[in-house]
């Protein structure tokens, strides 16, 4: 039978408690247990999928295609456990079910309230679809206090009662914080957020305490007294260099121990923290560097790039470099010169994106790499930019673009209508819902054998995760590879672009996919570690 890590946070957002559940699952598997992870979000999107990247990060896909939570980036990277839309659940999708058996008489005309039928419906979440595992995380979004999160508190106190007992913990991540002009850690913080979580009935097991210097002693009891827990289970998260770090510093504070013995478990075997040691050795002690150039156009919040920013230091580890990444709006490009940013760049990114705004930018900046043979990788968006810089200044297609943001006679990238999934045809409606014209999660590709794509995964088929509404129009194929541009990957039925390269160029790839969302520290991408080898390559050029 399962058991249960609840962990919730206090005090402040932005605490890491996404990291954090995802470096305990990663202990608890280097214990020899499997682990499953979960997120629960109290917003009333049902979805993440059509809100901002600003708003809430980037948007996590899974194989599935569920539009998920960006901490389930973090689950996938840690533990190697693939994702599902059962791992993630919105208030609003809750929400929706709820109505929608409302609507179908299924409550048979009784009254529908948040207890019980929103916090069964949270409960069911939860504890469906565990047979097999040892351990199951869940965490809840935002922090207690939170009006819009009372139910999913009330859903996991209730399951404290509802599972057998010592077979569920509570874990609360909190901040210590430094009060300069006091030049002491404070305290309060964390014992005003305990005092809030037991005021609806939830006993925390064990304090996850955030803070950027050790906690003394001293300050450790006091937290262990007024909050009710064992001095042992007040745990420092002290800050870290890098992510991939947090294991083993949560491994040398005692975390891992602290909660199999919240279970009862006492013969556990020791941690083999191989793989971690290794991954940390590597970040730490590069033997060089390079500069890798991201035009984007939410380079604003670094969340909203999450997953790629860790496909790019993957692919370091990897090489053995450090990357260092020089974010630059695209709209920048509209007005000046991208040689005025880009020089002495060793790789430029494009990566996914929506709508018109930056895109004449990120085509400057397509042309800029080609140009000047400098490694360029187009994602998603990044490879429609540079099929249309292509079309326009290979090809002699003056007015080729797309008709995502323009009345174009030259649509090299228009909306497909209809596409095939394994032995199922997928339609999409223009006129549908946003999350409804995308075509999202797992496809296949084929790959010409003779590429470099297919040199670099080394296997002819691939399955990638997608996340667009938008597609390379076919009909441009042969004008393009006349011109150097070719198609080097396509879906099964030969429909759908799904790669390009450019020939007598050192590395110049666009994917359709999203690579990034399949790169582990452990395990990077084929295509990642190619790119980061590339942009060394071309830093011992100059």
Not at 263 to 281: E, H, M, N, Q
């Amino acid at each position: 039978m399962a058991r249960y890590i609840f962990i919730t946070g206090g005090v402040v957002s932005s605490l890491g408690k996404g990291l954090a559940a995802a470096a305990i699952g990663a202990l608890l598997q280097a214990r020899g247990y499997s682990v499953r992870l979960r997120k629960l979000d109290p917003y009333l999107n049902v979805d993440p999928g059509t809100m901002s990247p600003y708003q809430h990060g980037e948007v996590y896909v899974t194989d599935d295609g569920a539009e998920t939570d960006l901490d389930l980036g973090h689950y996938e990277r840690f533990t190697g456990v693939p994702a599902s839309q059962a791992d993630n659940v919105t208030a609003g999708r809750i929400y929706q079910q709820i109505l929608q058996k409302e609507r179908q008489g299924d409550y048979l005309g009784g009254t529908v309230q948040v207890i019980p039928h929103v916090t069964d419906a949270i409960k069911n979440f939860a504890l469906s679809g565990n047979e097999g595992v040892d351990f199951v995380l869940c965490e809840i979004g935002g922090t207690v206090g939170d009006i819009e999160g009372l139910p999913f508190f009330e859903a996991i106190r209730q399951l404290g009662n509802d599972l057998p007992r010592g077979e569920c913990i509570f874990i609360h991540l909190t901040l210590i914080p430094f009060i300069g002009s006091a030049g002491e850690l404070k305290t309060k913080p964390t014992q005003h957020s305990v005092k809030e979580l037991r005021s609806i009935g939830i006993q925390p097991d064990i304090l996850l305490c955030r803070c950027d210097r050790p906690v003394p002693e001293k300050e450790r009891r006091k937290i262990a007294l007024f909050c009710n827990v064992r001095e042992s289970a007040v745990i420092q998260a002290l800050d870290v260099e890098n992510i991939y770090d947090v294991p083993i510093a949560y491994h040398k504070e005692g975390l891992d121990d602290e909660v199999l013995n919240a279970f009862g478990i006492d013969s556990a075997p020791a941690p083999d923290l191989t793989v971690w040691k290794r991954i940390s050795t590597r970040i730490h002690n590069p033997d060089g560097h390079v500069s890798i150039a991201i035009i984007g156009k939410y380079t604003g919040l670094m969340d909203a790039y999450k997953s790629l920013n860790e496909a790019l230091a993957h692919g370091g580890i990897e090489n053995r470099v450090k990357v260092n990444l020089q974010w630059i709006e695209a709209e920048i490009f509209e007005q000046e010169d991208p040689g005025l940013h880009l020089q002495g760049v060793n790789g430029i990114l494009v990566p996914g994106g929506f709508g018109g705004r930056g895109a004449e930018g990120k085509i400057r900046a397509a042309g800029f790499a080609r140009e000047r043979g400098i490694p360029y990788f187009g994602i998603c968006y990044g490879m429609q930019m540079a099929v249309i810089e292509a079309a326009r200044n290979l090809a002699g297609i003056a007015t080729a673009s797309s008709t995502e943001f323009s009345d174009t006679d030259e649509p090299v990238i228009g909306l497909m209508s209809e596409w095939v999934k394994g032995n199922k045809v997928e339609r999409r409606h223009a006129n549908g819902d946003l999350g409804g014209t995308l075509r999202l999660g797992a496809y296949e590709a084929v790959l010409d054998k003779d590429s470099k794509v297919g040199g670099i995964y080394g296997v002819r088929s691939i399955s990638e995760r997608h996340r667009h509404r938008y597609e390379v129009n076919i009909n441009y194929r042969e004008r393009l590879e006349e011109s150097g541009l070719r198609m080097s990957g396509l879906s099964p039925d030969g429909v759908l672009p799904e790669i390009v390269e450019l020939r007598d160029h050192p590395w110049y790839i666009g994917v359709q996919f999203h690579p990034e969302l399949k790169s582990r520290p452990f395990s990077p991408h084929p295509l990642f570690v190619s790119f980061i080898k590339a942009a060394v390559e071309q830093s011992r050029l100059f």
